[in-house]
């Protein structure tokens, strides 16, 4: 089945600066690949996804980029604020009756 | 709109007792996935149900079992509860069409606390 990785589990930033989280997975066959981000206490919640056939995505401050031949992915997110901080979790998923496989996660700290 | 409601939100059980938890999904969504989040780590699959029928499941115990309703909510049931079995329990929904290679996001309910003492 497939495997998701996630790096870093840990990330400190400076309020302003940029954050990269990045995923591998091991099934080539995976097409859709979301991101969530869980706040202390709450639900995760969708806030980028990228499907297989785009190499890339941007929403505001907040990008995905999809490398299928090296089967990793990574979130991308620019001037970072403190409301920013939070658990970050990647997925993957391939069609049919699998499911979604999440990563570890990365807690982001943006530090004011 | 109302999301994805589950319930209850917190639950205190002692070992050897069962559970049941409930999820009503986004009213359309005919896909509801079950997830078990432990502190410090990712949601891990438990089940996947579309239309009634289990599509899959995840590596639990047998004491873990599920069923959706005509309706399309669901529950979770857990017997013989251990200690390890505490961990917040996410339910979440998707227009998902299991019959279709296209992929659709999950919604996640706020989740249940379930604590075994």
């Known amino acids: 089945g497939e495997n998701v990785e996630q790096h870093p589990s840990t990330l400190s930033v400076q309020e302003g600066d940029s954050a990269v989280i990045k995923c591998t997975y091991s099934d080539s066959a995976s097409n859709y690949f979301p991101w969530y981000k869980q706040e202390l206490g709450k639900r995760p919640q969708l806030i980028i996804d990228?499907?297989?056939?785009?190499g890339e995505k941007k929403d505001q401050r907040i990008a995905v980029t999809l490398n299928k031949t090296a089967k990793h992915f990574s979130l991308h997110i620019t001037e970072t604020q403190p409301e920013d901080s939070a658990v970050y979790f990647c997925a993957a998923i391939t069609s049919g009756n699998t499911p979604l496989v999440f990563g570890k996660g990365t807690r982001l700290s943006v530090i004011a | 709109d109302a999301g994805v409601t589950q319930s209850p939100t917190h639950l205190i059980k002692t070992r050897g007792q069962h559970v049941t938890l409930r999820c009503s999904p986004i009213s359309g969504h005919k896909s509801v996935s079950w997830y078990q989040q432990v502190l410090g780590q990712g949601p891990q699959f438990i089940f996947q149900y579309y239309e009634k029928e289990e599509r899959g499941r995840g590596n639990f115990p047998d004491r873990f079992s599920a069923r959706q309703f005509p309706n399309y909510s669901s529950e979770l049931n857990v017997n013989a509860l251990l200690l390890g079995d505490s961990a917040l329990y996410l339910c979440?929904?998707?227009?998902?069409?299991?019959?279709?290679?296209?992929?659709?996001?999950?919604?996640f309910g706020n989740g249940t606390r379930l604590t075994v003492t």
């Open positions: 979440a929904s998707s227009p998902r069409d299991l019959r279709s290679s296209y992929n659709s996001p999950l919604h």
């Open positions: 990228i499907r297989s056939n785009v």
